[in-house]
T-cell receptor, first 111, second 114 residues
Framework: DAGVIQSPRHEVTEMGQEVTLRCKPI?????LFWYRQTMMRGLELLIY????????DSGMPEDRFSAKMPNASFSTLKIQPSEPRDSAVYFC?????????FGPGTRLTVL | AQSVTQPDIHITVSEGASLELRCNYS??????LFWYVQSPGQGLQLLLK??????LVQGIKGFEAEFKRSQSSFNLRKPSVHWSDAAEYFC????????????FGRGTSLIVHP
């Protein structure tokens, strides 16, 4: 398996623009997680899905953030409109059981 | 609520020296414990995990960790550090399946001097 795949790896955008981050989990995994990592706040869990259903989105910072998982092999995290404080590395992880497998992350820079 | 404390933000060691990274957790039941490593520009990779049984757990890359219930600790150790071990290390605690959502510590940055 190729592992968790994220795209793009880097995204630079201007404030106010819509940003969409994509994730393909490992086949057969039933949990999918979105994290945000910054120097100030460390690794934050934004939202997670179980069998494509959002279970807990209490970590989503604002209504500007939304996440979907239309099927077992694809998830998106959207920020609309983006702001400079959204600049961070966003990780997707998937699991079946207790071990999470992380993707390489998307480094987002909002100017 | 579960929580993890990694008291050391940075640790500096010389190549070849031994290493111990500290992790203290808070969890109401028997915890599932993890150590992850993050190399620069990479995602997190699992080093080792403890679920039950032997309290000394062996992981990849020569790392081990010991679960001490009485101290609520799960410290990571390596007898001889290599320059390639320089990375960020994260401890995490979670419950069993059905309540497994791990909580991560803030991480410890390991710097290795030649």
């Amino acid at each position: 398996d190729a592992g968790v795949i994220q795209s793009p790896r880097h995204e630079v955008t201007e404030m106010g623009q819509e940003v969409t981050l994509r994730c393909k989990p490992i086949s057969g995994h039933d949990y999918l997680f979105w994290y945000r990592q910054t120097m100030m706040r460390g690794l934050e869990l934004l939202i997670y899905f179980n069998n494509n259903v959002p279970i807990d989105d209490s970590g989503m910072p604002e209504d500007r953030f939304s996440a979907k998982m239309p099927n077992a092999s694809f998830s998106t995290l959207k920020i609309q409109p983006s702001e400079p404080r959204d600049s961070a590395v966003y990780f997707c992880a998937s699991s079946y059981g207790n071990e999470q497998f992380f993707g390489p992350g998307t480094r987002l820079t909002v100017l | 609520a579960q929580s993890v404390t990694q008291p050391d933000i940075h640790i500096t060691v010389s190549e070849g020296a031994s290493l111990e990274l500290r992790c203290n957790y808070s969890y109401g039941a028997t915890p599932y414990l993890f150590w992850y490593v993050q190399s620069p520009g990479q995602g997190l990779q699992l080093l080792l995990k403890y679920f039950s049984g032997d309290t000394l757990v062996q992981g990849i890359k020569g790392f081990e960790a010991e679960f001490k219930r009485s101290q609520s600790s799960f410290n990571l150790r390596k007898p001889s550090v290599h320059w390639s071990d320089a990375a960020e290390y994260f401890c995490a605690v979670g419950g069993g399946r059905g309540s497994y959502i791990p909580t991560f510590g803030r991480g410890t940055s390991l710097i290795v001097h030649p």
